[in-house]
Structures are given as C-alpha cells and as structure tokens.
C-alpha cells in the first residue's frame, strides 16, 4: 500500500492570504511568501494554518469533498490531550467531516507490522519517541520523547557543511538541497569515536550539488546523524534514541516487559540512514542483556510511512468501522466527548 499523495507539513501562502505578525509561532515571512509551520516537535501550534493544509490536502490534491469522507487523523505522543478535541472542532466545524477517528502514531506504526503490543520507536521530521503499545492502548507515562530528529539534523548536516567548505556559497546550499544530500549519503557509525579518530576509515564522496558547485564530504557523512544517539552533541540534555527505548521498556511492568521487547518496531524517515537499524541494536541489546532480556527490532523497508500505512489498515478493517466519531455524536456531546471515544 503506498500514499497517493504526500505533502509537506510546512505550506508556502501570499503574505496577503493571511496576516503574518513578527515572532508569530510557527511562522516566517520571506520575499512577501509566508512558510507556515503548523506542527513543531509533534505539536500543533497553528491551527489556521493546519486547517487551510488540510483542506489543501483533500480538496486540492485527493480532490475529494471533505463532507462525504470520515478523516482518521494520527496523534503524536507528544501532543496534549485537549489538541484532540481542537482537531475535531476543526473537522468537524470547518471541513464538515461526516466522522472521524484519532489514534495514536505508536499504535499506527506497529498496525504497519500486523502488531497491536509491542514497542514503537519513532524518528521523525520533529520529533522522536519511543511508546509502549499494550493491546491498542498507548502507554503514555512510559513515553520518551527527544527533539533531535530529521529537521534538526537537516540543519546540523547545513553547518558541517558550511564549515568544511568555507568557499561555498550559502545559496549554494538551500533546504532542500542540504535534505536531499542528506538522504543520500549520509550514515550512522557503529563506532563513532573510532571513527572520528581515524581519518583512514572515513568513506569519503564528492557531490555535484546541481548549480556547479561541488561538495566534498568526510566525517560529515557520519557526524549528522550522530545527534540521533548523542543529542549532547547539540546541547541536549537528554539521552540518546536506544536509551530512551530502553528507559520504556523499563517504566512498563516486568510481566509485560519482555513481550513487548520482542516486537521493537522502528518507524519514520529517520530511521532509514544506512547502519541506523544496526547502531540501534547494539545499543539497545547491550542494556536490555544487563537486565536479563532481549529485544526483536521490527525494521521494514517502507517504515518511513509506517503510520499512514498503519492507519490505511486499521481504517480498512470491517471491525474498526463501529469505532468512527460520527458528526451526529459530535453535535449531541461535543468535542470533549473524543477524551471518551479515543482514550
């Protein structure tokens, strides 16, 4: 199953569609274009925006008429609990959806494996986290989450860039220039300090970025996912991605520790770096065997849109069908009612 259409969360729009105040969350202003930036680290912070990439999205892009179709929308770990009832208010008042659904990103990821307990360890575009799923229910104060993922990286990746190739010029290296130079050569050490300190082993590449200009690249290939595992390494005080799984698999109860250690399933784009689901493993093994365990990673191929997939199959289900939020339901209880239905 593969998305038919996949759009950035970030939106271009005329400056004179909406106003756009300085220091607006979310938002900058170039050129007389405003970027809006609807979703920050899994939270939605610009609901206008969202709504108007939404519409974008269904009427523009599936050409559908949002009134005849029920919306499941994912639910990031990180998001607050009332931001449920701010996206049924949305689809229900301003798209008028005849039903909708909402379900954690964790659940989704591991639906893409056929699994419904189990461990989801998610690395985004904004944000990582690592949920235990127990029987389709998240487990929210097991739940870790690390703001180092692929926009951050994407502008760590910029700065090494810039400080190897002090010659180049900074239009040289637009966003998605530096994204696309990411994904292709990029990877993750299974020793980085060795690494580091051998010249030697560093797999060196020259890249033509397209404009004439030529990018000659080292330990950078290295170093910008490094972050992944040693957030200290751009100031964050918070432990690294196989750290943080195994931090949830020891905050869940040892009678369900090591079932849910045996399904490990690795979602998103970042997690696609070559010697990723490798580094992942040693790391997380060792701490798990201390502890008189083991985990089972789960990485496949298409996990980069392990949730859309997820949800595509659990929408699909003739069982899930009672288990729509229905428009009728919404304007008797209103949207508090979606803490009830979907918690």
């Not at 300190?197 to 004439?212: E, S, V």
């Amino acid at each position: 199953i593969q998305p038919r259409v996949v759009l950035k969360s970030s939106s271009l729009m005329s400056s004179w569609d909406r106003p756009v105040l300085p220091g607006a969350p979310g938002c900058e202003l170039a050129g007389g274009v405003a970027r809006a930036h609807p979703i920050k680290h899994g939270v939605v912070v610009d609901w206008d925006a969202l709504e108007g990439l939404w519409e974008r999205l269904m009427v523009g892009c599936l050409q559908v008429r949002p009134e005849q179709w029920p919306v499941l929308v994912s639910d990031s770990p990180s998001a607050p609990p009332e931001g449920r009832e701010k996206v049924a208010e949305l689809l229900f008042e301003a798209l008028t959806v005849p039903a909708c659904h909402m379900a954690s990103t964790a659940l989704l990821a591991l639906c893409s494996t056929g699994a419904f307990s189990g461990l989801a360890v998610e690395a985004g575009a904004g944000v990582c986290h690592a949920t235990p799923v127990y029987a389709g229910h998240s487990w929210h104060n097991a739940t870790f989450s690390l703001n180092v993922a692929g926009s951050t990286l994407s502008r760590y990746f910029r700065d090494l860039l810039v400080t190897a190739s002090p010659d180049l010029p900074p239009q040289a290296l637009p966003r998605k220039t530096v994204t696309q130079l990411k994904k292709r050569c990029c990877y993750v050490s299974l020793d980085f300090q060795g690494d580091i300190c051998d010249p030697a082993r560093h797999q060196r590449a020259c890249f033509c970025l397209g404009n004439g200009c030529y990018v000659n690249l080292g330990s950078e290939r290295f170093r910008c996912p490094e972050p992944l595992f040693q957030p200290s390494l751009l100031g964050h005080s918070e432990p690294g991605l196989p750290t943080l799984a195994f931090q949830a698999l020891q905050k869940i109860p040892t009678t369900l520790r090591t079932r849910l250690a045996n399904t490990v399933v690795l979602a998103g784009g970042s997690t696609l770096f070559p010697g990723f689901v490798e580094r992942m493993n040693l790391e997380l093994q060792a701490q798990c065997r201390k502890h008189g365990y083991r985990a089972c990673l789960v990485a496949q191929p298409g996990r980069s849109t392990a949730v859309w997939t997820g949800g595509s199959m659990m929408a699909s289900l003739h069982s899930f069908q009672c288990r729509w939020m229905t428009r009728a339901m919404y304007e008797e209880f209103g949207p508090f009612l979606v803490r009830e239905v979907f918690d």
